[in-house]
């Protein structure tokens, strides 16, 4: 759809015309010779003699030129332009962190995967965690993981792709054998200090209980909280275990409940499926999408033929004036 930037300069076409018919002619004075017959002469040279000034008549193809001239100047000075189609651009209104405990015990086989065969913890939660990034598009993605001190395995990024690779790489013990969860989510309120996503969510997945973190998983949940981050906790052990393998469920259940997040308990594969069923009903896609239209600037067209009709009006001139000049002196 054909636009201009600035239509109200059309206001100013009839200004020609309008200095044409109020603004007094241009006077100069030149010697002249006195003669007799100066009324037959002027009658003969189609001048219009009047008040001492003699006023000559402009061709018609001239002023028509001149007023094509001015007509395209007007238009290149108002920019005319072309809107094309508008463009939807979606942008994450989310970001997800994943924090994934690599301990020890995520090598304990008692998940059974898609095919039937006993699989250890880890490699149960990289298959439900891959479905579950599939789903994603739209949403920045992050993953940490933790052991003997948490770490970022994949910043925040678009690329689920690389994120569900990385995922794929992951190895039990790569962290270290213990765990330090409430560690882990500090390391995530840090990863969000830089967000400017309206949501923030976190989805822990662990087996055991925190072993050595210097800041207490309670208190990061606090802090979390005041940073408008959501935590959901995932529990993949044996809530019988004991030791460092014990399962603490009363504190994945206060840093779900103090950030607004739910607490789930997997005990195979398909209570983990659909625990991340739900939480993708519960963390839905979440975008902001910005729409614009393109523009094409067309000023440089209608300033194209100013240009070529100017240099045109101007070679005719030069061409018939030698002629006229001919034709003067054969009379």
Known sequence: MLGFAHPWLALLLPLPALVY????????????????????????TGASPRGG???????????LGLAACWCLALGALMRPQWTLPPV???????????????????????FTDAAG?????????????????????????????????????????????????LLGEMQVGMAGPRTVFGDAIGLGINLFATSTAPAKTMIALTDGNDTASSVP????????????????????????????????EAALKQVADLTGGGYYRALDRDQLAGIYTRLDAIETRKVDTVSFQPRVELYWL?????TLLSMLMQAIRLVRWPRRRVAEATR
């Open 88 to 110: 939807h651009h979606d942008q994450p209104a989310r970001d997800l962190l994943l924090l994934v405990d690599l301990s020890g015990s995520m090598d304990t086989a008692d």
């Open 53 to 63: 000034a003699s006023i000559s008549r402009r061709g018609l193809w001239r002023s």
């Open 117 to 165: 065969n006993k699989v250890n913890r880890l490699t149960a939660v990289k298959q439900v965690l891959d479905d579950f990034l599939a789903r994603r598009q739209g949403d920045r993605v992050g993953v940490v993981v933790f052991g003997n001190a948490p770490f970022a395995l994949v910043p925040f990024t678009t690329d689920l792709k690389l994120a569900r690779q």
């Open 217 to 248: 998983p309670d208190e990061a949940a606090r802090i979390a909280k005041d940073k408008g981050i959501v935590i959901h906790t995932v529990a993949v052990g044996d809530p019988a275990a004991a030791g460092e393998e014990k399962l603490d």
């Open 302 to 306: 209608p300033l194209a033929a100013l």
């Open 21 to 44: 018919w109020l603004v007094p002619p241009y006077a100069a004075r030149r010697a002249a010779v006195r003669v007799p017959f100066f009324v037959q002469l002027a009658t003969l």
